[in-house]
């Protein structure tokens, strides 16, 4: 086992040609010659490692990431049969390999290249060619956001960097639900630059998976949770697959509150009481069946027909935070839905919107109306009608919170 020695400096140091190096963390590493136990030893004595990297005379190989470890040694049997065997068996052959000079710019265009992967696993840091130390998705954004602080214009250069990294990572999703449903729309505003409210949607031979999520705050710090909720949600949908959206959520809750140090250590004293609300839904395209969870987020149904609304409503347990309990599981709701349904999931942004004569909020009935009175039009219309209607009722208010809406038409398969 090695410890890589690197300098890390501050990541605000003003005037500073900043590079990964910078960014790189003394961290164990495995032989490749080492065993599972021996992974299991390192993780266990090191419970702030997300990843540790394996090497090959000193020159790394791959990544093991910790909650995928330890999801497949928990399994039945699996520390029999593992326990002996080479370190490789639960390797990621493949990791993000970054060389210590290169620039801060570089490592966030090749971190946004190689996906989100990058940004949950981290990335190994060399020095030619040999182990130097890891890095981790959320130092980069920090890096990002702080880079040339000093001034006002710079800082907003950097937040803007940031919003081009956000945007990739939302690209995907938005790109799989344009060529997967021929009558949906997402729309996404956040209230500043950057925001926290994030969005997941996959396309399957069986049906889609889609995700809806509030992040607290926004800004910079809601786009931190953003990325570590979404990169949660990532990882889960790789252990579990997309067909459970109850486990999903009970994933993740217990990821984000892993992560921001909400399993209370040896002084009771949580490091954030920060979470996120949270739609997960899969819809079975051959049996027209919505699975729904909700963690203080509702999915509004419109049936063809009918004259109202059908809500599903969220628990009213929110995923992370203090209060939230680690094992807690969320149920899943089942519904037909017949083609021609409309679906409608928001944020409370739209909703909690102060306005109006009297300044008080727009509210879900509002929002149901105006999908209602245009209900034959395509859901990018419902979309526009319902911008257009919120900054009507906004007026002169300030814009209190992100915006984040999906609405889709079921079709038949």
């Avoid at 040339?148 to 690209?171: D, G, H, P, T």
């Avoid at 069986?206 to 509030?214: E, L, T």
């Avoid at 217990?254 to 839904?281: I, N, Y």
């Amino acid at each position: 086992m090695h410890a890589a020695l690197s300098p890390f400096r501050r990541p605000d140091t003003p005037g500073d040609h900043r590079c990964a190096g910078d960014l790189s963390q003394d961290m164990p590493t495995i032989d490749v010659s080492g065993t599972n136990s021996t992974v299991m030893e390192i993780f266990s004595s090191r419970r702030d490692m997300t990843s540790l990297a394996v090497v090959e005379g000193g020159r790394p190989i791959g990544l093991i990431n910790r909650n995928i470890f330890l999801s497949q040694m928990s399994k039945p049997f699996h520390r029999e049969l593992y326990d002996k065997k080479s370190c490789i068996a639960f390797m990621d052959k493949e990791p993000l390999i970054v060389d210590a000079n290169m620039s801060i710019e570089q490592l966030t265009f090749k971190t946004v290249e190689f996906g989100e992967k990058a940004l949950a696993d981290g990335f190994i840091v060399t020095r030619e060619g040999h182990f130097a130390g890891l890095g981790n998705g959320l130092q980069l954004m920090r890096a990002v956001a702080a880079m040339q602080a000093e001034k006002n214009r710079q800082i907003m250069q950097s937040i803007e960097y940031a919003s081009v990294i956000q945007r990739a990572m939302l690209r995907v999703s938005r790109e799989a639900l344009t060529g997967t449903l021929q009558d949906a729309t997402l729309v996404w505003q956040p209230r500043d630059v950057v925001g926290g409210d994030f969005y997941h949607f996959a396309a399957h031979p069986d049906g889609w998976f889609g995700a809806v999520a509030d992040c607290t705050g926004h800004g910079v710090p809601g786009a931190f949770m953003t990325l570590i909720a979404s990169s949660a949600l990532s990882k889960a949908l790789e252990q579990l697959g997309p067909r459970d959206p109850a486990a999903l959520l009970s994933a993740v809750n217990r990821s984000v509150k892993g992560l921001l140090g909400q399993v209370h250590g040896v002084d009771e004293t949580p490091e954030s009481d920060d979470g996120l609300d949270a739609a997960f839904f899969w819809f079975d395209a051959a049996r027209h069946e919505l699975r729904f969870a909700g963690a203080r987020i509702a999915v509004h149904i419109l049936r063809p027909g009918a004259e109202k609304f059908e809500s599903l409503a969220g628990q009213r347990m929110g995923v992370g935070y203090v209060d939230s309990h680690e094992d807690y599981a969320w149920s899943e709701t089942r519904t037909e839905l017949p083609p021609g349904s409309l679906m409608f999931i928001t944020t409370d942004g739209l909703t909690d919107q102060i306005g109006g004569p009297r300044k008080i909020a727009f509210g879900k009935r509002r929002a149901c109306e105006v999908i209602l009175a245009h209900r034959d039009a395509s859901a990018i219309d419902i979309g526009e009608k319902l911008k257009q209607a919120l900054a009507q009722w906004q007026g002169v208010q300030v814009r209190r919170d992100d915006v984040t809406l999906f609405c889709a038409r079921i079709q038949e398969h």
